[in-house]
């Protein structure tokens, strides 16, 4: 069965740095996986999605996400951080059924 | 606003208790899909409707129930409450019958049970 391991209940930068939240794959078929990004008290809003195109994704508010079949990776990347991206983001694969696995997600705080 | 639309957004119950949870998709969307968002259990499928028929189901209690009616909005049902049942309930909303293009997801209902 497909499934998603995210690397890391919580990662703390500082504004300005480098994110990079990890995520791993384990899928029997080419998988279709997404990252989705949840605010606090909403719901989740879709980042970016991988569907067997380019290997390199790019989403919204700067962030992408490289997909590396050797390693079975999709890890999520933002060259610069910023205060409004402390959020959790959760990583997803396509499952049975065609519905979303998701991770259980990574707090990320942005530290000033 | 994401276009999907969950009612109601808080819902404070007693064990025991019956309650329905509403969710209208985004305009134009055919499959709906219901995830339970808990602490513990981060988040669960549900369950799935397509075009007003069960596509998929998932990690749904016999005390859950659900359906989608002609005008494609959905209805959650969950009876008999216990307190383990508190948790944020999404519905998604996507174009076609499969996952793969992503989902649209509502703001939630934040169930407690007292």
């Known amino acids: 069965a497909q499934s998603v391991t995210q690397l890391g209940s919580h990662v703390s930068v500082s504004e300005g740095a480098l994110v990079l939240l990890r995520c791993n794959y384990s899928s029997s078929v080419p998988p279709y996986l997404f990252w989705y990004v949840q605010y606090p008290n909403q719901g989740l809003q879709l980042l970016l999605k991988y569907t067997s195109a380019a290997t390199l994704v790019k989403g919204i508010n700067g962030f992408e996400a490289e997909f590396k079949k050797s390693e079975t990776s999709f890890h999520l990347t933002k060259p610069s951080a910023h205060m409004s991206d402390a959020a959790e983001y959760f990583c997803?694969?396509?499952?049975?059924?065609?519905?979303?696995?998701f991770g259980k997600g990574t707090k990320l705080t942005v530290n000033p | 606003d994401s276009g999907v639309t969950q009612t109601p957004k808080h819902l404070i119950t007693a064990t025991g208790q019956r309650v329905t949870l509403r969710c209208s998709p985004r305009?134009?969307?055919?499959?709906v899909y219901w995830y339970q968002q808990s602490l513990d259990q981060g988040l669960q499928f549900l369950i799935q409707y397509y075009n007003g028929e069960e596509r998929a189901k998932g990690n749904i209690l016999e005390r859950f129930s659900a359906q989608q009616f002609p005008d494609l909005h959905s209805e959650l049902n969950l009876s008999s409450l216990e307190l383990g049942d508190s948790a944020l309930y999404f519905c998604a909303s996507s174009l076609v019958g499969q996952g793969n293009y992503g989902y649209t997801f509502g703001s939630g209902t934040r169930l407690t049970v007292v």
């Open positions: 997803a694969v396509v499952g049975g059924s065609e519905k979303l696995v």
């Open positions: 305009s134009g969307d055919l499959s």
